[in-house]
Nanobody
């Protein structure tokens, strides 16, 4: 019953930046671990980034570490994924998801029960 809404996707040139937002609709994201995932055509879904409710525990996929930053603003009930130095291989549908957990430990394999509908990110010149 938890509804997540992603926004901020679009078309960007290689090397450019986008900021994705995930907002809870009708509920507070504060107690949840929030993960960003992506899926490109013909590829498996992969975890991109995770942030825990304590605002300190974060994790990133090796492919995006140093380029992407996940953060959350509880006052705005929003989790943000800042994506810099984008590459063509970053092209995918990006989803945010919520899990009832205390930390991001094992986040890529844990079950996230609530998912947004996704937002398309296309990196192309």
């Amino acid at each position: 019953q938890l509804q997540l809404v992603e926004s901020g996707g679009g078309l960007v040139q290689p090397g450019g930046s986008l900021r994705l937002s995930c907002t809870g609709s009708g509920f507070n994201l504060d107690p949840y671990v929030i993960g960003w995932f992506r899926q490109a055509p013909g590829k498996e879904r992969e975890g991109v980034a995770c942030i825990a409710s304590n605002l300190i525990s974060t994790d990133y996929a090796d492919s995006v570490r140093g380029r992407f930053t996940i953060s959350r603003d509880n006052a705005k009930n929003t989790v943000t994924l800042q994506m810099n130095s984008l590459r063509a291989e970053d092209t995918a549908v990006y989803y945010c998801a919520a899990a009832g957990a205390a930390t991001c430990g094992g986040w890529k394999r844990r079950g996230f029960g609530d998912w947004g509908l996704g937002t398309q990110v296309t990196v192309s010149s």
